[in-house]
T-cell receptor, first 109, second 111 residues
Framework: QKEVEQNSGPLSVPEGAIASLNCTYSDRVSQSFFWYRQYSGKSPELIMSIYSNGDKEDGRFTAQLNKASQYVSLLIRDSQPSDSATYLCAVPNAGKSTFGDGTTLTVKP | DARVTQTPRHKVTEMGQEVTMRCQPILGHNTVFWYRQTMMQGLELLAYFRNRAPLDDSGMPKDRFSAEMPDATLATLKIQPSEPRDSAVYFC?????????FGPGTRLTVL
């Protein structure tokens, strides 16, 4: 079992829909969780962090964390074509982060 | 506008040649990471430093790769000799806590 697993995708949603990206992790002691967005040909960019159980909202983005289920998700409301990218889940441990393989999202106009 | 910089942005070389990639972390960040990304393997951690001290380089092929941080403003990743399987995008990232800020990457092609 990988330390951090994400839906392999690709995920395709119509413009205006909600995109749901999921991530599970194996290390129960993990305390913080991050979502990075990577456009094709570009570097990963940090877009969300979450530390506590529940939801954290930032504009159209909502991160959800359930430590009991070892599950973190990213919801993108009112998806736009500009949201088309690969989304990487990252779980820090002992000073370094383990990244998932990413889920590629395509938002179709 | 603080950002991580990397040079060169693109490098094409022949098998057996030495390749050196450079990274300037964001001023004040104490942790520097080197990653390699390919379509097949995703994002792999090669090595990382904290306060210039190497903490983990278990992701690097030791016989050909070396990573150093000669001062707080410069991190280097060297491949000698390079092989076609080293073709990838190499990212440097820096941070203060668990958040990481990535540079634009060096796209390496080894012929």
């Amino acid at each position: 079992q990988k330390e951090v697993e994400q839906n392999s995708g690709p995920l395709s949603v119509p413009e205006g829909a909600i995109a749901s990206l999921n991530c599970t992790y194996s290390d129960r002691v993990s305390q913080s969780f991050f979502w990075y967005r990577q456009y094709s040909g570009k570097s990963p960019e940090l877009i969300m962090s979450i530390y506590s159980n529940g939801d954290k909202e930032d504009g159209r983005f909502t991160a959800q964390l359930n430590k009991a289920s070892q599950y973190v998700s990213l919801l993108i409301r009112d998806s736009q074509p500009s949201d088309s990218a690969t989304y990487l889940c990252a779980v820090p441990n002992a000073g370094k982060s383990t990244f998932g393989d990413g889920t590629t999202l395509t938002v179709k106009p | 506008d603080a950002r991580v910089t990397q040079t060169p942005r693109h490098k094409v070389t022949e098998m057996g040649q030495e390749v050196t990639m450079r990274c300037q972390p964001i001023l004040g960040h104490n942790t520097v990471f080197w990653y390699r990304q390919t379509m097949m393997q995703g994002l792999e951690l090669l090595a990382y430093f904290r306060n210039r001290a190497p903490l983990d380089d278990s992701g690097m092929p030791k016989d050909r790769f070396s990573a150093e941080m000669p001062d707080a403003t410069l991190a280097t990743l060297k491949i000698q000799p390079s092989e076609p399987r080293d073709s990838a995008v190499y990212f440097c990232a820096s941070g203060l806590s668990d958040e990481q800020f990535f540079g634009p990457g060096t796209r390496l092609t080894v012929l």
